[in-house]
């Protein structure tokens, strides 16, 4: 069975420093793809990046990388140089198999301090 | 572009009533999937559809069901409607239906059920 663990419920970060969100992952699937996604409090839910199972660098995408270790199984998102709009929830899902179909954490409510 | 596009924003139901809900995907994307988040989980996969045809469902009763229109719209409807459908209802679209299709999310859809 496919699942996300997802273990900090809220963190807290100053601004400019950079932080950790962890999300560890189990699947049977030999291909698959771990996504990370922020939700506002306006609800929609905007993405982040994206890392495939085969890929052989860590993905980046700005002040988002990801810090990808296949052997043990986590998927945890660097935000570097946090700014104030970096609060929101925070989701990590995996998708494999034959479809899209997305499996989501129970997220992270990150917030930033002035 | 136009990002995905949902309707209504807000809708208040009660008990037994039955609600459709409208998604329009970005331009050119095939692929629209459905998804349920519970206030404090994270989003729960209802249907994928692809090509007008059902790909993949989720773990919910008959009583949800979608289809996909020959423009790559849906609609997701749910009939007696009981009071644990109350939800944030999310809609994503993605070009193809493989799982390393990123899928990109719309508003939402807020359902209160009375």
Known sequence: AQKITQTQPGMFVQEKEAVT???????????????????????????????????QQNATEGRYSLNFQKARKSANLVISASQLGDSAMYFCALGGGATNKLIFGTGTLLAVQP | ?????QSPT??????????????????????????????????QFIFQYYEKEERGRGNFPDRFSA????????????NALLLGDSAL??????????????????????????
């Not at chain 1, 962890?22 to 890392?51: A, H, N, R, V």
């Not at chain 2, 289809?67 to 790559?72: I, L």
């Not at chain 2, 799982?99 to 009375?114: A, D, S």
């Open chain 1, 21 to 55: 969100l962890d999300c560890t992952y189990d699947t049977s699937d030999p291909s698959y793809g771990l996504f990370w996604y922020k939700q506002p409090s306006s609800g929609e839910m905007i993405f982040l990046i994206y890392q495939g199972s085969y890929d």
């Open chain 2, 67 to 78: 289809r996909q229109f020959p423009n790559y719209s849906s609609e997701l409807n749910v």
């Open chain 2, 10 to 43: 807000h809708l208040i139901k009660t008990r037994g009533q039955q609600v459709t809900l409208r998604c329009s995907p970005i331009s050119g994307h095939k692929s629209v999937s459905w998804y349920q988040q519970v206030l404090g989980q994270g989003p």
């Open chain 2, 1 to 5: 572009d136009a990002g995905v596009t």
């Open chain 2, 89 to 114: 209802y999310l809609c994503a679209s993605s070009p193809g239906r493989g799982f390393q299709e990123t899928q990109y999310f719309g508003p939402g859809t807020r359902l209160l059920v009375l």
